[in-house]
C-alpha cells in the first residue's frame, strides 16, 4: 500500500489541485452550479476561506486557509468530491459505481502544498489566475468566468488587464 505524505499544519494556507477522472469531461464548468453547492455545504460543514479558486473544465486549483486548530483538508475534499458526484449522478450525468461503491467522477487523491509565507502565496495565487490562459481556455485572465480573480479585481488588485503580457507565464509555479 502507498503511503502519501501529506503535511498538516493547523490554521495552515494550503494550495490544491483536484481533478476528474476523465480529463476529457467538462463537467466542473458545465455543472458549475452544483460545484459551487458542493463547496457551500462543504464550508458550513467544516468551515474554510478559499483564498483564491479557478474552476477549469475537468479540473481545478485552489488556496484555502483552515481554522485555527484544524488541519483537516482530506475531510473537506470528500464532503465536496462525494457531495458533487451524488448531484452530477442527480442530474443525468454518465457516472458508474465501482465494485467499491466509488463513484467515477474524481482522480482518488488530489495534491496539495502548505503554503510557506507570502511570496509563495502570491505565486500561488498568480498561478491559479493564470491557468485558463496556460491551457488555452482563454487569451486574457479576465475573460475566463470561473475564477477569483474577477474578486480580486474588485478589491483593487491587480487591474483587470493583469497578465495580458504573453511572456507572464515564464516562472508561474503550481502543480
Known amino acids: 500500500m502507498v503511503f502519501y505524505r501529506r503535511n498538516f499544519i493547523p490554521g495552515g494556507t494550503y494550495f490544491f489541485t483536484v481533478a476528474l477522472t476523465d480529463r476529457k469531461r467538462d463537467w466542473l464548468v458545465r455543472h458549475i452550479n452544483l460545484l459551487r453547492l458542493a463547496f457551500r455545504r462543504a464550508k458550513r460543514e467544516r468551515p474554510f476561506t478559499i483564498d483564491a479558486i479557478v474552476v477549469l473544465p475537468e479540473h481545478l486549483h485552489c488556496v484555502w486557509t483552515l ?8 475531510h473537506r475534499w470528500r464532503l465536496i468530491k462525494a457531495r458533487l458526484s451524488k448531484d452530477l449522478l ?8 465501482s465494485a467499491r461503491g466509488e463513484y467515477n467522477v474524481w482522480q482518488r487523491r488530489f495534491w496539495e502544498h502548505t503554503v510557506r509565507d507570502e511570496a ?19 487569451t486574457r485572465v479576465s475573460d475566463w468566468p470561473y475564477s477569483s ?13 493583469w497578465a495580458d503580457d504573453p511572456n507572464l ?4 509555479t503550481g502543480e
Open 120 to 138: 509563495d502565496l502570491l505565486s500561488h495565487v498568480d498561478y491559479i489566475h493564470y491557468n485558463p490562459v496556460k491551457h488555452g481556455l482563454v
Open 149 to 161: 480573480f474577477h474578486r480580486f479585481v474588485r478589491m483593487g488588485w491587480p487591474s483587470a488587464d
Open 169 to 172: 507565464s515564464e516562472g508561474m
Open 67 to 74: 481554522p485555527p486548530g484544524d488541519a483537516d483538508y482530506s
Open 90 to 97: 442527480l442530474a443525468g450525468a454518465p457516472i458508474h459505481q
